[in-house]
C-alpha cells in the first residue's frame, strides 16, 4: 500500500519504462487513466527500430489520454503521453522541453530508457514518479537509481507478475526502491493522485 505522504506530496510528471511482457501492462495503465489527469507522462518502450508506424495507434486504441511522438525541442505540456520514437533516444531537457538523439546505444537499446529516466530525475528531481515495467534486460536500473538519488517516488512492477522480470529485479538489486506493485496497483496510485489533483 502506498503510503498517505507519497500521496499528497505535489509531483509534477510520471516517466514509465518498459520492454518485453510491457505493452499490455502499459495498455492497461492508458486505459485506466482518465483524460483529466494533469501530469505529463513520458514513456520509454523497448521497440523496433524499422517499425516507426503503428504504436502510438495501438497504444491509442484505449487510452483516454493523448499520445504523441515528441519531435527534438518539443515544449511538454501538462496531461501529454509523449511517446519515446523509434531508434531515438528521449531525454527531458531543462527549460520545458524534449530533445532526441540518434546517440549509440545504451543497453543495446535506443531508445534507452536510462537516459529518460536520468534526464527526468534531474529535471523533476523529488516532483518525478518513476514506474519500470516488465523488460528482458537492465535498462531503466541505473536511471531508477539516479531518480531514488534526487529524492523522486521509485515503483517496479511486482517481480512475480511481471511477464520477464530481469528488468524489475535489475533496479530492485541496486536500488531501495519505494514500491514493488502489480499493475492493478499502480493504476489505483495514479487514480489516488489524479484525485488529489482535480
Do not use: W
Amino acid at each position: 500500500m502506498v503510503k498517505e505522504t507519497h500521496l499528497i506530496s505535489k509531483y509534477k510528471a510520471v516517466v514509465i519504462g518498459g520492454s518485453a511482457g510491457s505493452f499490455q501492462p502499459m495498455v492497461q495503465i492508458l486505459s485506466s487513466i482518465p483524460r483529466e489527469f494533469p501530469l505529463p507522462i513520458f514513456l520509454c518502450l523497448h521497440r523496433l527500430k524499422h517499425v516507426r508506424h503503428g504504436f502510438v495507434e495501438a497504444l491509442s486504441i484505449k487510452s483516454q489520454k493523448e499520445i504523441i511522438e515528441p519531435t527534438d525541442k518539443e515544449s511538454i505540456k501538462k496531461g501529454i503521453v509523449y511517446l519515446a520514437p523509434a531508434n531515438y533516444h528521449m531525454a527531458v531537457e531543462l527549460g520545458n522541453s524534449i530533445s532526441l538523439n540518434t546517440e549509440e546505444l545504451i543497453n543495446n537499446s535506443r531508445p534507452a530508457i536510462d537516459i529518460t529516466f536520468e534526464s527526468a530525475a534531474y529535471v523533476y528531481r523529488d516532483k518525478l514518479i518513476g514506474i519500470l515495467l516488465s523488460g528482458a534486460n537492465k535498462d531503466g536500473a541505473v536511471g531508477m537509481q539516479k531518480i531514488k538519488y534526487r529524492k523522486g517516488l521509485t515503483i517496479i512492477q511486482d517481480i512475480e507478475e511481471s511477464m520477464i522480470n530481469a528488468m524489475p529485479m535489475a533496479a530492485k538489486n541496486i536500488v531501495d526502491i519505494d514500491y514493488e506493485l502489480k499493475v492493478d496497483e499502480i493504476i489505483e496510485f495514479l487514480l489516488k493522485l489524479n484525485k488529489i489533483y482535480q
